[in-house]
């Protein structure tokens, strides 16, 4: 890794730090109820793994992931595919939620109040639509782009 992209994966790492230090909270508790933690460095997250809560699926919260099931690199269907928007193959969870991290690092303490301004967790929101691209192509994680 470059010493340009580390430094700034450092600096989006301090910038996201009150999101991730809320999931590391969560990921804390779940712990007490028989979660356990792994670091993924490729996602560049504390994965949080079999939370004992939830409807089901993962929540990114800066470099933390919170997840009910087993393995993040599960295959899943797009937002647009569970919205009935015609078929797509399914991604990687553990790729959709890197985006995310990559936006979190981004956009820091802004990330949450966009991202429910763009809609919350539905098909219409531009951050889920971008993590779907990246899942799909390793590409286009900025919810600005295509």
């Known amino acids: 890794m470059s010493p340009a992209r580390k ?8 910038w996201t730090s009150p999101n991730t230090m809320l999931g590391i909270l ?9 979660a356990d933690v792994q670091w993924r460095s490729k996602e560049l997250a504390l994965v949080f793994r079999h939370l004992p809560w939830g409807p089901g699926g993962a929540l990114t919260l800066g470099n933390v992931i919170l997840y ?12 647009a595919h569970r919205a009935g928007m015609g078929f797509e ?7 959709h939620e890197r985006a995310h991290v990559y936006q979190y690092l981004a956009l820091g303490p802004l990330f949450l109040p966009m991202y429910l301004l763009c809609g919350g ?10 993590a779907d691209r990246y899942a799909q192509t390793g590409q286009g994680w900025w919810p600005w782009g295509k």
């Not at 994966?9 to 301090?14: A, P």
């Not at 193959?89 to 790729?95: N, R």
């Not at 967790?121 to 971008?130: L, T």
């Open 7 to 14: 430094t700034a994966i450092t600096l989006g790492m301090m």
């Open 26 to 34: 969560i990921g804390c508790i779940a712990f007490l109820f028989g």
């Open 68 to 79: 009910t099931g087993n393995e993040l690199d599960s295959p899943c269907h797009t937002y």
């Open 89 to 95: 193959p399914e991604i990687s969870l553990a790729d």
């Open 121 to 130: 967790v539905s098909v219409r929101n531009r951050f889920e639509r971008a």
